[in-house]
């Protein structure tokens, strides 16, 4: 079975949905400062954001290795477990860095935003959704993992910056 990462470098629609809403990029998994996970568990950069944010895998293994986002400004918080739920939270709710109440009526309310300047978004994402082979959940329901995945798991995912030895805020607290 083909990897979701060569079916997104494959499909120019998909990662061009990515790039744009989702701002993530496969070309900026390297990221702009030394850092570690406090566990001492790897971690290895596979895509970034255009603000100098970037995605971690955490651990060993494949695509089902759990994803941790750092922003550039010192904050990260484990976002999904898994590519296929990571590339989920971008499709549906691709704004989901503004989302700082986590509820479905602040979500439709950046949603409606996003629609004024890209009225073929539910299209676009639904194409891409098809391509990767992915069901799309209800944004409510990407909304409550993300938020589950960052405060309940993300304790176990405490992100260092290695020079000084000081963790990183969390970027989604309970």
């Known amino acids: 079975m083909k990897s979701l990462i060569a079916t997104v470098r494959e499909q120019d629609e998909v990662a061009r949905f990515l790039a744009w809403p989702g701002d993530f ?16 568990a790897a971690l290895e950069g596979f ?8 995605y971690f895998f955490c651990g060993e ?5 759990p994803v941790l986002y750092a922003d550039s400004e010192g904050g990260a918080a484990l976002v999904a477990i898994g590519l296929p739920e990571l590339l989920r939270l971008l499709l549906v709710t691709p704004w989901w860095r503004n989302c700082q109440a986590f509820t479905d009526e602040e979500s439709r ?7 004024e300047d890209m009225p073929d978004l539910v299209a676009r994402r639904d194409r891409a959704a098809a391509a990767l082979g ?33 963790p990183y805020e969390p970027l989604i607290r309970n």
């Open 25 to 40: 990029d496969l070309d900026r998994g390297d990221h702009v400062e030394e850092v570690h996970l406090a566990s001492g």
């Open 47 to 54: 895509a970034g954001d255009g603000a100098g944010g970037t």
């Open 61 to 65: 293994g494949g695509e089902d290795r």
């Open 109 to 115: 309310e950046l949603a409606a935003e996003y629609l």
């Open 134 to 166: 992915l069901n799309l959940p209800a944004q409510a329901d990407v909304l409550a993992r993300l938020r589950e995945v960052a405060v309940r798991m993300g304790e176990n995912f405490v992100l260092i910056f290695t020079p000084e030895g000081h």
